[in-house]
DNA sequence: ATGTTTATTATTTTT
DNA sequence: TAATAAACAT
C-alpha cells in the first residue's frame, strides 16, 4: 500500500523516495536512515509507480549489504523482490560479463582470480619481465596496476601515461600479467570492471540490451565507487537517466581502494539537472555524540557542508579515558563492558569495541578470555582463505576451466605426489613453448616423445596420473553435479585422506571442506555445468562469510572500516594516539589525515548512547620487547569540546583529555579504573570463600595480564575459573 | 623432493 | 608476535 511506504518517512527522506524521475543526490549523513529510504525508493517504484521489479537495478558496495537489501524488499514486496537484480558491482559485471563476456574474447567459463592467485601471477609475470621483487615489492607492483584498472587504463592506456622509471617498470609487469592473465582464461576483481566498461563501450548491442532493461538504476556509498564503477553506471543509465546515488564524502574511508570522492562532483556536472537532497536528520545516536562527531568532522578543509542533527536526548556525556598500556586498555573496556551488564543490563551483543589495524583486536580478545567475556571477531580468518578450501576450489576450477595454470600448478603437488618445483618449471616452459596450456602440455606427455624427454623419468608417471584423474573428473563433471564431484575429486585425488592422516589439525580442516560442501549444496539444482560455473563465481566473489554466531549474546571486536554501516548501543574506540589513529602511515599526507579523521568520524557515529574513547600511553609494537614509546595522545581528541567529555570512571581528578594542551602529560588523567590489580594475592593451597560458591581450595593463581586468574575447587559447586580483581573471594584462615 | 631453519617484514581490505 | 619466504640441510 502505498500509504504505508510513505508514512513512516520524513520530509526529505520522502522527497528522496519519491523523486523518481532523472538524476538524484541523496547526501545522506550518519544514521539518517539511509537503508530506509533506497528499500523505500524501490518499493515505491515498484508498488506505486508499477515499474517491474525486472527493470530496477540496485547495487551496494557488499554482498551482506545487497543480502539485507533484498531481504527487507522481500518483506515489503514478497516474491517480487526476487526479480530485483541486487548486488555488487563486481557480481552484476561478472554477470555481464558471463553472459555477453565473449564480445571481447572472453570464455564463458573464465574464471576469477582472487588477490591469492593475483599475487601469484605477478610474481609470474615479474620473472618474465625480469624484474627483481626485491627492487619492487610484487605487492606494491600489483598494488599500481590495479590502481590502473581503477582509472580504466588498460595496457595500452597505461601506456601513454608512463612518465617515471617505476612506470616504466609496472608496464613491463602489466603486459606480462595481463597475457597470463589472458592465457589463463582468467580476469582479476578490476577486470570484471574493466572489461564490462569495454564490452559496453565497444559493442553497442549489449549496451542496447541492458541500458534498455534498466529503467532506473540505485547506487549506494557512492563516496567509494572508484571511476571505473561510475563509468559502468553512467553507461547503464545511459538511456534513461534514472539514476539515484546515495553517500556522504564524509564517510569516505577507502581511497587506498581507489574509491574517488570525486566521482560525487563529476556526478553534479554530468547530470547538471541532477536534484540533490540532503539527509541530515540523525536518528541513531544522543546530542553529546552528535554534537562531538560533527566538531571532528568540522575540521576537515575538504568538504561541504552537511549539518547534522538529532532529536534525541543529550544523552551520556562520552567518556576518554587513558590506560596504561593495551593490554591495560583492553581490560578498562572489558570492565566497564562488565559493569554495564550487570549495572544496566546492558547485552555484552549491544556493545563493540572498534580499533584501527587488526592486531589490537589481540590484547582485547586477551581480556575477553580472561574475564569471561562472550566476543565475536569480525573478519578475523576468513573461510575462502584457508589453504584447505582453496585448494579444493582450484580442484574444481581446473575442472571448469583447463587453461587455470594457478590452479592447476595449487594442486598439482597437493597432496604430495612427488611432482616437485622442478618436474613444475619444466612443464611450464615446455607447454609455453608448444604454446598450449600445462593440462593439455600433460596430455601429451604420453605421446611426445621429445617433450616426455624434459622430464625426469619419475616425475613423469606421477603427471600422467595426475592426468588422467583430471581427465576422469572433467568427464564426470558433465554428469555430476557440484556436491557429488566435489566428493568424487575429494577421494580421487587423495585429499581427504591426505588431509585426515598427514597433516595438522586434520579433522578440523576436513571439518572446513565439510562447510565447504554445505555451501555448494545449494549450487545442486542448477545441475552439473551450470552449478559448478556459478559456485565457483560465488566463491570469489562472496569471500565473506558472515554465517557466524549471530544468536549468541556476545560484543563485536571490529576494525573501523568493517563498522560503517553498523550501530551499537555503546562503541568503545581505542587507540586514540598518533601513529595510530591518525596511522603513522598518513602523518605527512594532509589528504590521508582527512580520510583517517574520516574514519574516526565513522566509528563515532556507531554509536547510539554510549561513546568511550580510549588510549594507551604505552604500546608495545608487534611483540619487540617490553616498553613501547610513550604516546601523544591523538589529535583528532582536541577536536571534541570538553563539556561533552566525562572524566574517566572512577576517577577523583576531572579529565583534561579533550584539553588543548594534549602534549602535557601531567594534564593528562589516568584511568584508575585500569589500575593495576594487587600483588599475588593467594597460593595454591589457600582456602577461600566465595559469595555464591561457598568454600573452597585454591588449585592454582597465575597471573594473566594485569589480574591474577585464580583456579578454585568449590565443595559443592565444582571446579571454577576466577579473576581475582571480580570474584567476590575472601581468604579464609587455616589455622588460629 | 621435502622438511627445517633463519631472515624479513609488517594499515585499512566491501570485491 | 606471527606469517611467509628464501636458504639450507636431509
Same mark, same amino acid.
Given at each position: 500500500?502505498?500509504?504505508?511506504?510513505?508514512?513512516?518517512?520524513?520530509?526529505?527522506?520522502?522527497?528522496?523516495?519519491?523523486?523518481?524521475?532523472?538524476?538524484?543526490? /541523496?547526501?545522506?549523513?550518519?544514521?539518517?536512515?539511509?537503508?530506509?529510504?533506497?528499500?523505500?525508493?524501490i518499493?515505491?517504484l515498484v508498488?506505486?509507480v508499477g515499474v517491474s521489479p525486472h527493470r530496477i537495478c540496485a547495487?551496494?558496495?557488499?554482498? @551482506?549489504?545487497?543480502? %539485507?537489501?533484498?531481504?527487507? $524488499?522481500?518483506?515489503?514486496?514478497?516474491?517480487r523482490?526476487?526479480q530485483l537484480t541486487?548486488?555488487?558491482?563486481?557480481?552484476?559485471?561478472?554477470?555481464?560479463?558471463?553472459?555477453?563476456?565473449?564480445?571481447?574474447?572472453?570464455?564463458?567459463?573464465?574464471?576469477? #582470480?582472487?588477490?591469492?592467485?593475483?599475487?601469484?601471477?605477478?610474481?609470474?609475470?615479474?620473472?618474465?619481465?625480469?624484474?627483481?621483487?626485491?627492487?619492487?615489492?610484487?605487492?606494491?607492483?600489483?598494488?599500481?596496476?590495479?590502481?590502473?584498472?581503477?582509472?580504466?587504463?588498460?595496457?595500452?592506456?597505461?601506456?601513454?601515461?608512463?612518465?617515471?622509471? #617505476?612506470?616504466?617498470?609496472?608496464?613491463?609487469?602489466?603486459?606480462?600479467?595481463?597475457?597470463?592473465?589472458?592465457?589463463?582464461?582468467?580476469?582479476?576483481?578490476?577486470?570484471?570492471?574493466?572489461?564490462?566498461?569495454?564490452?559496453?563501450?565497444?559493442?553497442?548491442?549489449?549496451?542496447?540490451?541492458y541500458q534498455g532493461r534498466y529503467l532506473h538504476l540505485l547506487?549506494?556509498?557512492?563516496?567509494?565507487?572508484?571511476?571505473?564503477?561510475?563509468?559502468?553506471?553512467?553507461?547503464l543509465a545511459?538511456k534513461y537517466?534514472n539514476?539515484?546515488?546515495?553517500?556522504?564524502?564524509?564517510?569516505?574511508?577507502?581511497?587506498?581502494?581507489?574509491?574517488?570522492?570525486?566521482?560525487?562532483?563529476?556526478?553534479?556536472?554530468? &547530470?547538471?539537472?541532477?536534484?540533490?537532497?540532503?539527509?541530515?536528520?540523525?536518528?541513531?545516536?544522543?546530542?553529546?555524540?552528535?554534537?562531538?562527531?560533527?566538531?571532528?568532522?568540522?575540521?576537515?578543509?575538504?568538504?561541504?557542508?552537511?549539518?547534522?542533527?538529532?532529536?534525541?536526548?543529550?544523552?551520556?556525556?562520552?567518556?576518554?579515558?587513558?590506560? #596504561?598500556?593495551?593490554?591495560?586498555?583492553?581490560?578498562?573496556?572489558?570492565?566497564?563492558?562488565?559493569?554495564?551488564?550487570?549495572?544496566?543490563?546492558?547485552?555484552?551483543?549491544?556493545?563493540? +569495541?572498534?580499533?584501527?589495524?587488526?592486531?589490537?583486536?589481540?590484547?582485547?580478545?586477551?581480556?575477553?578470555?580472561?574475564?569471561? *567475556?562472550? &566476543?565475536?571477531?569480525?573478519?578475523?580468518?576468513?573461510?575462502?582463505?584457508?589453504?584447505?578450501?582453496?585448494?579444493?576450489?582450484?580442484? $574444481?576450477?581446473?575442472?571448469?576451466?583447463?587453461?587455470?595454470?594457478?590452479?592447476?600448478?595449487?594442486?598439482?603437488?597437493?597432496?604430495?605426489?612427488?611432482?616437485?618445483?622442478?618436474?613444475?618449471?619444466?612443464?611450464?616452459?615446455?607447454?609455453? =613453448?608448444? =604454446?598450449?596450456?600445462?593440462?593439455?602440455?600433460?596430455?601429451?606427455?604420453?605421446?611426445?616423445?621429445?617433450?616426455?624427454?624434459?622430464?625426469?623419468?619419475?616425475?613423469?608417471?606421477?603427471?600422467?596420473?595426475?592426468?588422467?584423474?583430471?581427465?576422469?573428473?572433467?568427464?564426470?563433471?558433465?554428469?555430476?553435479?557440484?556436491?557429488?564431484?566435489?566428493?568424487?575429486? $575429494?577421494?580421487? +585425488?587423495? &585429499?581427504?585422506?591426505?588431509?585426515?592422516?598427514?597433516?595438522?589439525?586434520?579433522?578440523?580442516?576436513?571439518?572446513?571442506?565439510?562447510?565447504?560442501?554445505?555451501?555448494?549444496?545449494?549450487?545442486? @539444482?542448477?545441475?552439473?555445468?551450470?552449478? $559448478?560455473?556459478?559456485?565457483?563465481?560465488?566463491?570469489?566473489?562472496?569471500?565473506?562469510?558472515?554465517?557466524?554466531?549471530?544468536? @549468541?549474546?556476545?560484543?563485536?571486536?571490529?576494525?573501523?572500516?568493517?563498522?560503517?554501516?553498523?550501530?551499537?548501543?555503546?562503541?568503545? *574506540?581505542?587507540?586514540?594516539? %598518533?601513529?595510530?589513529?591518525?596511522?603513522?602511515?598518513?602523518?605527512?599526507?594532509?589528504?590521508?589525515?582527512?580520510?583517517?579523521?574520516?574514519?574516526?568520524?565513522?566509528?563515532?557515529?556507531?554509536?547510539?548512547?554510549?561513546?568511550?574513547?580510549?588510549?594507551?600511553?604505552?604500546?608495545?609494537? @608487534?611483540?619487540?620487547?617490553?616498553?613501547?614509546?610513550?604516546?601523544?595522545?591523538?589529535?583528532?581528541?582536541?577536536?571534541?569540546?570538553?563539556?561533552? /567529555?566525562?572524566?574517566?570512571?572512577?576517577?577523583?581528578?576531572?579529565?583534561?583529555? +579533550?584539553?588543548?594542551?594534549?602534549?602535557?602529560?601531567?594534564?593528562?588523567?589516568?584511568?584508575?579504573?585500569?589500575?593495576?590489580?594487587?600483588?599475588?594475592?593467594? !597460593?595454591?593451597?589457600?582456602?577461600?570463600?566465595?559469595? !555464591?560458591?561457598?568454600? =573452597?581450595?585454591?588449585?592454582?593463581?597465575?597471573?594473566?595480564?594485569?589480574?591474577?586468574?585464580?583456579?578454585?575447587?568449590?565443595?559443592?559447586?565444582?571446579? !571454577?575459573?576466577?579473576?581475582?580483581?571480580?570474584?567476590?573471594?575472601?581468604?579464609?584462615?587455616?589455622?588460629?
Open positions: 500500500m502505498p500509504v504505508d511506504i510513505l508514512d513512516a518517512l520524513n520530509p526529505s527522506q520522502r522527497q528522496a523516495v519519491t523523486a523518481i524521475e532523472g538524476p538524484v543526490l /541523496i547526501v545522506a549523513g550518519p544514521g539518517s536512515g539511509k537503508t530506509r529510504v533506497i528499500v523505500h525508493r518499493a515505491y508498488d506505486t547495487v551496494t558496495f557488499t554482498n @551482506r549489504a545487497a543480502r %539485507e537489501m533484498r531481504a527487507r $524488499l522481500q518483506a515489503l514486496l514478497g516474491s523482490a526476487e541486487c548486488g555488487t558491482f563486481h557480481a552484476l559485471c561478472a554477470a555481464i560479463l558471463r553472459r555477453d563476456g565473449e564480445a571481447i574474447g572472453l570464455a564463458h567459463n573464465y574464471v576469477i #582470480y582472487d588477490e591469492e592467485d593475483q599475487g601469484t601471477v605477478i610474481k609470474q609475470a615479474m620473472e618474465e619481465a625480469k624484474v627483481d621483487p626485491r627492487r619492487f615489492p610484487p605487492h606494491a607492483v600489483h598494488e599500481a596496476i590495479s590502481a590502473a584498472k581503477a582509472q580504466l587504463l588498460d595496457v595500452e592506456g597505461f601506456r601513454l601515461r608512463v612518465g617515471s622509471y #617505476y612506470d616504466e617498470v609496472v608496464l613491463r609487469v602489466y603486459e606480462r600479467y595481463q597475457a597470463l592473465l589472458v592465457a589463463g582464461q582468467a580476469v582479476d576483481f578490476d577486470d570484471l570492471l574493466l572489461k564490462t566498461f569495454v564490452l559496453l563501450r565497444d559493442h553497442a548491442d549489449v549496451l542496447e540490451k547506487i549506494d556509498e557512492f563516496q567509494d565507487t572508484n571511476v571505473a564503477q561510475y563509468q559502468i553506471a553512467r553507461q545511459g537517466r539514476i539515484c546515488v546515495v553517500g556522504d564524502p564524509d564517510q569516505s574511508i577507502y581511497s587506498w581502494r581507489h574509491a574517488d570522492l570525486r566521482n560525487i562532483l563529476s556526478f553534479q556536472k554530468d &547530470y547538471a539537472d541532477c536534484r540533490v537532497v540532503h539527509l541530515g536528520e540523525n536518528y541513531r545516536s544522543t546530542q553529546t555524540i552528535v554534537a562531538a562527531a560533527q566538531k571532528v568532522i568540522a575540521t576537515n578543509r575538504q568538504r561541504l557542508e552537511n549539518p547534522l542533527h538529532t532529536s534525541k536526548g543529550q544523552g551520556a556525556p562520552i567518556v576518554a579515558a587513558e590506560a #596504561y598500556n593495551e593490554e591495560e586498555e583492553a581490560n578498562w573496556v572489558v570492565r566497564e563492558l562488565d559493569r554495564l551488564h550487570r549495572q544496566e543490563r546492558v547485552p555484552y551483543s549491544a556493545c563493540a +569495541a572498534m580499533y584501527r589495524v587488526n592486531a589490537q583486536s589481540r590484547a582485547l580478545e586477551e581480556a575477553c578470555l580472561r574475564y569471561g *567475556i562472550p &566476543y565475536h571477531l569480525v573478519g578475523a580468518l576468513r573461510f575462502y582463505h584457508r589453504k584447505e578450501v582453496k585448494d579444493v576450489v582450484a580442484y $574444481l576450477r581446473l575442472v571448469a576451466n583447463p587453461a587455470d595454470e594457478v590452479s592447476l600448478l595449487r594442486v598439482l603437488n597437493v597432496p604430495p605426489r612427488g611432482i616437485g618445483q622442478k618436474t613444475q618449471d619444466q612443464l611450464v616452459r615446455w607447454a609455453r =613453448g608448444q =604454446g598450449v596450456s600445462a593440462l593439455d602440455a600433460l596430455g601429451r606427455l604420453s605421446s611426445d616423445e621429445q617433450g616426455a624427454a624434459l622430464i625426469p623419468s619419475s616425475g613423469r608417471a606421477a603427471l600422467l596420473r595426475f592426468h588422467a584423474m583430471v581427465q576422469e573428473l572433467r568427464q564426470a563433471a558433465e554428469r555430476l553435479d557440484v556436491v557429488a564431484l566435489m566428493d568424487l575429486l $575429494l577421494e580421487r +585425488a587423495g &585429499y581427504r585422506q591426505w588431509l585426515l592422516e598427514e597433516t595438522e589439525d586434520g579433522q578440523e580442516r576436513w571439518e572446513n571442506i565439510t562447510e565447504l560442501r554445505g555451501t555448494a549444496e545449494d549450487f545442486r @539444482r542448477l545441475g552439473p555445468q551450470e552449478g $559448478l560455473a556459478a559456485f565457483l563465481e560465488g566463491v570469489a566473489l562472496v569471500s565473506d562469510q558472515d554465517n557466524a554466531e549471530a544468536d @549468541r549474546d556476545a560484543m563485536t571486536l571490529i576494525t573501523l572500516h568493517q563498522a560503517k554501516g553498523l550501530e551499537f548501543p555503546a562503541v568503545f *574506540i581505542v587507540g586514540l594516539e %598518533e601513529g595510530l589513529l591518525p596511522h603513522s602511515r598518513s602523518l605527512d599526507d594532509p589528504a590521508q589525515l582527512e580520510e583517517e579523521r574520516r574514519l574516526f568520524y565513522v566509528g563515532m557515529t556507531r554509536a547510539k548512547e554510549r561513546l568511550y574513547l580510549l588510549r594507551a600511553f604505552r604500546r608495545r609494537f @608487534r611483540g619487540s620487547g617490553m616498553p613501547g614509546e610513550p604516546n601523544t595522545p591523538s589529535r583528532f581528541l582536541r577536536d571534541i569540546p570538553s563539556n561533552l /567529555i566525562a572524566m574517566p570512571l572512577g576517577s577523583g581528578a576531572p579529565s583534561l583529555i +579533550a584539553s588543548r594542551r594534549p602534549r602535557d602529560e601531567a594534564a593528562v588523567t589516568p584511568a584508575t579504573q585500569a589500575a593495576p590489580p594487587p600483588r599475588p594475592p593467594l !597460593k595454591t593451597g589457600d582456602r577461600v570463600r566465595h559469595a !555464591k560458591f561457598g568454600e =573452597g581450595i585454591v588449585v592454582s593463581c597465575t597471573r594473566s595480564g594485569g589480574d591474577h586468574e585464580v583456579t578454585v575447587a568449590f565443595q559443592g559447586a565444582g571446579v !571454577k575459573r576466577l579473576l581475582y580483581s571480580l570474584a567476590p573471594l575472601e581468604k579464609v584462615e587455616m589455622h588460629p
